[in-house]
């Protein structure tokens, strides 16, 4: 599927451009209804004053009329400028929200990069949630946004699926309501339907494995929720048992995973300050009556080791799906570890989606809590956002004091990493076994958060924490790196780098 959309977006691109194609408002919008929807979790404050915002921890004042298409601080950046979410913001008024969409409408004519279907999804949603709650009736603003989800239902991202595929569903779902419109809804439902049968795994957690999208997937299904239960006569209440029963997997899932201090891994493509916090989307399901059912983590391939001294989160699945594994990163076998509610040994994060060195780094198997074998990544992540040999994981052994695991990422040398989490109240022990393939010089890394100060003392490193013994290991050293966990924002902190042969014990204990 997503090579022939691919291939009819291009060719339809060259026919459009030939043509001198244009998207235009109609002269006439079936009336919007009357809506109920108060805030569900307010936005992030990104809207500072005037034209002036921030995002991604880089604020931009444009002294005047803003250009919505600005790429002066990256594509993510643009996107989050067209998303409006900051419609959602606390203490932005009726009439700020109203001067920033007519001053959208303005630049219309020179709008690209905003009216690509990703943005416009999140778009059509802020608007629906905002024109909502104040009872905005606009007729300018009605055929705008009817010509808006004309847009997106002529360019539904069939050609990349994923998140972006059900953020398309959910903004034609709030179009619908908006309009009251039977066949916008029937295409949102052919996509929301079909999408969260698949996407949404049977332990709850999100098939591209990241806990940052797994928060922004279940945020928008609760928006949805909340819209259909306020609402009960607009299309889309026979899809509200599903939302449901999805909304509470997931729910139960983000108890699972997340620390006791309310924090999630940063698995894969995560960052903090994006999505919606645990704690706020825990709040906004009991709102909604969705509780949460209890969850064994099974499918998406993590695990949370809970002790009375620590918490222990291991990613031992595959990078995500085959088809799209954009936001997946060479982590197979790495794991978080929390001490007395306090993070200790950290995965980086991410700081950038830019197609740079940093973002290369960041999705490398050197940025990450396992073993590298030479110079070979575990998962061949290129491109930003690409993905060609890639590990696949299996659980071996699992029982309350151990979790054995394998993956076959280095299977091109005929070699593959084992490794086995054992583990009791005051102590974990870690081996790694390289096997197959001959000998191979290997090397496990354990990056720290950046408040943990690392001693070494021959093969023992102590810190004010807990301490760390490698048995088997060739060298030891303490390295800095640069730390990321937010957009655009990096603190120094201190790594492992531990160089063995074959087999490498380490022992974390208190």
């Known amino acids: 599927m997503q090579i022939r959309y691919r291939i009819f977006y291009f060719l339809r691109r060259k026919w459009r451009r030939w043509t001198g194609f244009k998207y235009i408002p109609p002269e006439l919008v079936p009336p919007s209804g009357k809506l109920s929807f108060s805030a569900g979790i307010p936005a992030y404050t990104s809207w500072l004053e005037g034209s002036r915002f921030k995002f991604l921890n880089q604020e931009k004042d444009f002294s005047g009329a803003v250009p919505w298409d600005f790429d002066g601080h990256g594509r993510l950046w643009t996107y989050n400028l067209n998303y409006f979410e900051y419609l959602l913001q606390p203490g932005l008024s009726k009439e700020q929200g109203l001067k920033l969409i007519n001053g959208f409408l303005d630049d219309w004519e020179n709008l690209h990069t905003g009216i690509e279907p990703f943005p416009t999804s999140l778009r059509i949603v802020s608007w629906v949630k905002f024109l909502a709650e104040h009872q905005i009736g606009d007729e300018r603003i009605q055929r705008f946004l009817w010509l ?8 539904l ?9 059900l953020e398309n569903g959910f903004a034609l779902l709030f179009g619908a309501a908006w309009f009251s419109d039977s066949g916008i809804y029937r295409k949102a439902k052919g996509i929301l339907a079909p999408e969260l049968a698949e996407q949404i795994l049977p332990d709850g957690g999100h098939f591209e494995r990241s806990p940052m999208y797994h928060c922004l997937i279940l945020n928008r299904l609760l928006d949805a929720i909340h819209l259909l239960k306020n609402n009960p006569t607009v299309p889309g209440r026979e899809l509200l048992p599903l939302f449901q029963r999805k909304a509470t997997s997931m729910v139960g899932w983000l108890r699972e995973m997340q620390f006791a201090n309310g924090e999630l891994p940063l698995f894969n493509d995560s960052a903090r300050g994006v999505a919606p916090a645990p704690s706020q989307l825990l709040a906004y399901a009991k709102r909604l009556d969705i509780s949460g059912t209890k969850t064994n983590l099974e499918e998406s391939g993590y695990r949370m080791i809970r002790r009375k001294n620590y918490e222990l989160a291991i990613d031992a699945g595959d990078v995500g799906p085959d088809y799209i594994p954009g936001h997946a990163h060479s982590d197979t076998l790495s794991f978080e570890l929390h001490i007395r509610q306090q993070p200790f040994i950290i995965d980086p994060g991410i700081s950038t989606y830019e197609k ?5 780094w960041e999705r490398s198997t050197a940025a990450h809590n396992t073993v590298q074998l030479g110079a070979l990544e575990q998962t061949e992540v290129w491109g930003g956002f690409r993905v060609a040999g890639r590990a696949h994981a299996r659980i071996l052994e ?3 004091f151990e979790i054995r695991a394998t993956h076959d990422g280095y ?3 005929g070699a593959r990493h084992e490794r086995t989490f054992q583990f009791d109240d005051t102590r974990i022990l870690i081996i790694d076994e390289v096997k197959g393939g001959g000998k191979h010089a290997a090397k496990a890394r354990f990056h720290f958060h950046p408040s943990v100060n690392a001693t070494l003392k021959n093969f023992t ?6 301490s760390l013994h490698f048995a088997g290991a060739e060298k030891v050293e303490v390295l800095e790196y640069e730390c990321g966990g937010e957009y655009n924002k990096l603190t120094s902190a201190k790594k492992l780098v531990v160089n063995f042969r074959q087999t490498l014990q380490t022992t974390i204990y208190k």
Not at 148 to 155: A, H, T
Not at 157 to 165: K, T
Not at 461 to 466: A, H
Request: charged share 35%.
């Open 411 to 413: 299977r091109r040398i």
């Open 148 to 155: 808006q989800i004309e847009v997106l239902s002529d360019n």
């Open 157 to 165: 991202e069939y050609h990349l699926l994923g998140n972006h595929l």
């Open 461 to 466: 490193v102590e810190t004010d924490f807990w």
């Open 356 to 360: 740079n060195e940093r973002r290369q």
């Open 398 to 400: 699992e029982s309350e």
